[in-house]
């Protein structure tokens, strides 16, 4: 006897049936969500910036808006003058990046490593829903740029910003390998119940969203 037999013959012996047929077929009315998501877009599409801006204020990430990408060196270098940093980055090897002037900083192109401090980044795209940022992995923005800096500076183009996360997904034209999500500086309080910064990414999360990409 096989062991399903002798499952089976238990199951006789208790129940008196030996008439085991599938169930039959029945339907689940599954309630209706309360969210009403096409009205809430539409709140949030008004004002994207704003609610982008406010939430990650409420996650205790920082914000500045700038007129033009060619403001960004100017903007990270009071920022990390501001936080008491040195002048010093890793940047991702994005042109919207490489191609401006770094005179007052010393930046390198490539991969973050653990000696690091501050890394630059342009976002994929912003979800002004929740005040996330959206990275995607590729050559030119390596993964370890968005987590082993203390400092993560971040620029987006106020055009990649959109309402909702059902927005975003429309937008990954080819599966990258990996996509982060990103929602203010890296916090925990698994240990006695404190607040601590850092504990698992960097300490400082800032956002430069850029008007114009000239």
Same mark, same amino acid.
């Given at each position: #006897?096989?062991?399903?037999?002798?499952?089976?013959?238990?199951?006789?012996?208790?129940?008196?049936?030996?008439? @085991?047929?599938?169930?039959?077929?029945?339907?689940?009315?599954?309630?209706?969500?309360?969210?009403?998501? *096409?009205?809430?877009?539409?709140?949030?599409?008004?004002?994207?910036?704003?609610? @982008?801006?406010?939430?990650?204020?409420?996650?205790?990430?920082?914000?500045? #808006?700038?007129?033009?990408?060619?403001?960004?060196? *100017?903007?990270?270098?009071?920022?990390?003058?501001?936080?008491?940093?040195?002048?010093?980055?890793?940047?991702?090897?994005?042109?919207?990046?490489?191609?401006?002037?770094?005179?007052?900083?010393?930046?390198?192109?490539?991969?973050?490593?653990?000696? *690091?401090?501050?890394?630059?980044?342009?976002?994929?795209?912003?979800?002004?829903?929740?005040?996330?940022?959206?990275?995607?992995?590729?050559?030119?923005?390596?993964?370890?740029?968005?987590?082993?800096?203390?400092?993560? $500076?971040?620029?987006?183009?106020?055009?990649?910003?959109?309402?909702?996360?059902?927005?975003?997904?429309?937008?990954?034209?080819?599966?990258?390998?990996?996509?982060?999500?990103?929602?203010?500086?890296?916090?925990?309080?698994?240990?006695?119940?404190?607040?601590?910064?850092?504990?698992?990414?960097?300490?400082?999360?800032?956002? $430069?969203?850029?008007?114009?990409?000239?």
């Amino acid at each position: #006897m096989s062991a399903r037999e002798a499952i089976l013959l238990k199951i006789f012996e208790v129940t008196g049936s030996s008439n @085991f047929g599938s169930a039959p077929d029945f339907s689940i009315k599954l309630p209706q969500p309360d969210y009403e998501f *096409d009205i809430q877009s539409n709140k949030i599409e008004s004002n994207k910036t704003d609610r @982008f801006v406010a939430m990650l204020a409420q996650v205790h990430g920082t914000c500045e #808006m700038l007129e033009n990408l060619g403001d960004v060196p *100017d903007s990270v270098t009071n920022y990390l003058t501001k936080v008491g940093a040195e002048l010093r980055a890793v940047i991702a090897t994005d042109e919207k990046l490489s191609q401006l002037d770094w005179r007052d900083m010393a930046v390198e192109s490539r991969a973050a490593q653990k000696f *690091d401090r501050t890394s630059i980044t342009v976002a994929f795209a912003g979800i002004a829903e929740t005040g996330t940022i959206a990275m995607v992995s590729s050559a030119q923005s390596p993964i370890t740029l968005n987590f082993l800096p203390e400092i993560n $500076i971040v620029v987006l183009l106020e055009s990649r910003l959109v309402a909702t996360m059902e927005q975003f997904w429309p937008k990954i034209e080819a599966q990258p390998r990996a996509i982060n999500f990103i929602t203010g500086p890296s916090k925990t309080a698994d240990i006695e119940q404190t607040l601590v910064y850092g504990a698992h990414g960097p300490r400082h999360f800032h956002v $430069i969203i850029v008007k114009n990409q000239r």
